[in-house]
């Protein structure tokens, strides 16, 4: 099956700083981008839809300035938490999709990135 | 009420017994079923997909969705320490919005 990588698979940092997160399909174009938010023993929660060269869709209660999404290519997509809190600390999973009504198949989800903010 | 509701579990069950997980849902739209597997700490990968009602075998895996009654099930069959993970369920009107459940948590203890 298709592949996403996502990088890094964990990351630590300060209260203040900005981190940035990247996804990439590996053998497929991906033409939407899905990123969610998972914490401890609960579900995945979708952040934002970002379709390549667009801007990103939010979902109602995730702050847009906050969380910088980018979908420059059809192979990249990039979140950037930008002065990070603990109490963003989760993991963070993107999702490709190939495009088309029914292209489900196609769908696959990254690794997930640990952010872990002191 | 959530769209889709899933017991969270734990559902501890000795090796090689048969798992039943199942999810109700409300959304009658939805036309797209499908099962995901999460370690802990790994991202979700597709097990099982369905598109509208009916059964679906893959090897020790079986996915029955009941539109009916909105509701779908997944079987395990000689479960497997291997098997221990979260499951989560997805449905879809599109195929591409995904919908989650809660996730179950499964133990398989050898």
């Known amino acids: 099956g298709a592949v996403v990588s996502q990088h890094p698979s964990w990351v630590i940092c300060k209260s203040g700083t900005s981190v940035k997160i990247e996804c990439r399909s590996l053998d497929f174009q991906a033409t939407t981008m899905f990123w969610y938010r998972q914490f401890p023993k609960q579900s995945l929660m979708l952040m934002a839809t970002?379709?390549?060269?667009?801007?990103?869709?939010?979902e109602q209660g995730v702050e847009k300035d906050k969380f910088l999404i980018n979908h420059a290519s059809l192979t990249l997509s990039t979140l950037t938490v930008t002065s990070a809190h603990p109490e963003d600390s989760s993991f963070y999973i993107c999702?490709?999709?190939?495009?088309?009504?029914?292209?489900?198949?196609?769908?696959?989800f990254g690794p997930g990135t640990r952010l872990t903010v002191l | 009420q959530k769209e889709v509701e899933q017991d969270p579990g734990p559902l501890s069950v000795p090796e090689g017994a048969i798992v039943s997980l199942n999810c109700t849902y409300s959304n009658s739209a939805f036309q797209y079923f499908m099962w995901y597997r999460q370690y802990s700490r790994k991202g979700p990968e597709l097990l099982m997909y369905?598109?509208?009602?009916g059964n679906k075998e893959d090897g020790r895996f079986t996915a029955q969705v009941d539109k009916s009654s909105k509701y779908i099930s997944l079987f395990i069959r000689d479960s497997q320490p291997s098997d221990s993970a979260t499951y989560l369920c997805?449905?879809?009107?599109?195929?591409?919005?995904?919908?989650f459940g809660g996730g179950t948590r499964l133990m398989v203890k050898p």
């Open positions: 369905t598109y509208s009602s």
């Open positions: 970002s379709n390549e060269g667009s801007k990103a869709t939010y």
């Open positions: 999702r490709g999709n190939g495009g088309g009504q029914s292209s489900y198949n196609e769908q696959f």
């Open positions: 997805a449905m879809s009107q599109t195929g591409n919005m995904l919908t």
